[in-house]
């Protein structure tokens, strides 16, 4: 019989390293000694009130609505970063956690995890299969200045999305049914964290079709049903999470500056500065 490890893929080995690199980097630069004690920066500000407002409300229609901002009208936590995914998993157990409990620790702490993990998994669909070249991977991706410093930005912090992307990328242009299927159910994830990260993202998935074309393979048209489909799920699941949801005195697009908008209309751009401000969060 052969020894255990040899009969562990060498990709399960690196994943498991990747883990333990993530999650050491996370738990040094985050502390988890108080669960609701709020971060020192504005924007980590901005997205842990949104948290803490939604958990402490009752639900509303559309469903990120929270009537404590904004009141009395309220507003929608997508457009304070405070990332609807969180929320969504964590309010129906409100109950069981303890008074003034704010997810933005745990959330970070995943992000170094899944920035690592991502990382191989890009690798590795992109055909790389070498141990050592799988581990630089994650320990270049956890020491990217960007990845780093979008700790202030709590949701922008996810941008292991990108690199699942990528992932899927390679997957699809490679004819994986199983990424056809992965795939809007991740598109809807990222919405549900960003909607910046879930557009870049759908980008990048979507190029794979622009690749199948062009190397005239007929899977292509499996790729574009697939991204039209998941074009109509995110649709669907923004009216429903209340993404085109305009509070009144809210401020609209250039107070909310994060959105869907932002590759195309820079918020307080000098040369768009003769248009009309614009007053939706998307």
């Known amino acids: 019989m052969k020894p255990f490890r040899n009969r562990v893929p060498s990709l399960v080995w690196t994943i498991i390293v990747a883990l333990f690199l993530?999650?050491?980097?996370?738990?040094?630069?985050?502390?988890?000694?108080?669960?609701?004690?709020?971060?020192?920066?504005?924007?980590?500000?901005?997205?842990?009130?949104?948290?803490?407002?939604?958990?402490?409300?009752?639900?509303?229609?559309?469903?990120?609505?929270?009537?404590?901002?904004?009141?009395?009208?309220?507003?929608?936590?997508?457009?304070?970063?405070?990332?609807?995914l969180l929320l969504l998993l964590f309010?129906?157990?409100?109950?069981?956690?303890?008074?003034?409990?704010?997810?933005?620790?745990?959330w970070l702490i995943f992000c170094f995890v899944m920035q690592a993990v991502s990382a191989v998994l890009a690798l590795a669909a992109a055909g790389e299969r070498r141990v050592l070249a799988l581990i630089a991977g994650a320990a270049m991706a956890l020491c990217i200045?960007?990845?780093?410093?979008?700790?202030?930005?709590?949701?922008?912090?996810?941008?292991?999305?990108?690199?699942l992307a990528f992932a899927l990328y390679f997957s699809l242009v490679q004819g994986r049914t199983w990424a056809l299927v992965l795939t809007p159910f991740f598109l809807g994830i990222c919405l549900l964290i960003h909607p910046i990260l879930m557009l870049l993202a759908f980008g990048t998935i979507a190029s794979s079709f622009l690749t199948l074309l062009w190397m005239r393979r007929k899977e292509w048209r499996a790729v574009a049903r697939t991204c039209a489909g998941s074009?109509?799920?995110?649709?669907?699941?923004?009216?429903?999470?209340?993404?085109?949801?305009?509070?009144?005195?809210?401020?609209?697009y250039g107070f909310f500056s994060m959105n869907l908008l932002s590759p195309v209309w820079p918020m307080q751009s000098d040369l768009l500065k003769h248009f009309p401000r614009l007053h939706y969060g998307l």
């Open 22 to 84: 993530g999650g050491a980097e996370g738990i040094h630069l985050v502390s988890l000694e108080s669960l609701s004690r709020f971060p020192l920066f504005q924007d980590g500000i901005q997205a842990v009130a949104g948290q803490r407002y939604f958990l402490n409300d009752v639900w509303h229609w559309p469903l990120l609505d929270t009537k404590f901002l904004f009141a009395p009208k309220g507003a929608s936590v997508a457009m304070t970063d405070s990332t609807p």
């Open 91 to 106: 309010k129906p157990f409100i109950v069981l956690l303890p008074v003034g409990f704010v997810p933005y620790r745990f």
């Open 145 to 163: 200045p960007f990845f780093l410093g979008r700790i202030i930005h709590l949701s922008l912090m996810g941008q292991f999305l990108l690199l």
């Open 231 to 252: 074009a109509a799920l995110i649709l669907v699941m923004s009216k429903m999470l209340g993404y085109f949801r305009y509070a009144h005195g809210a401020g609209g």
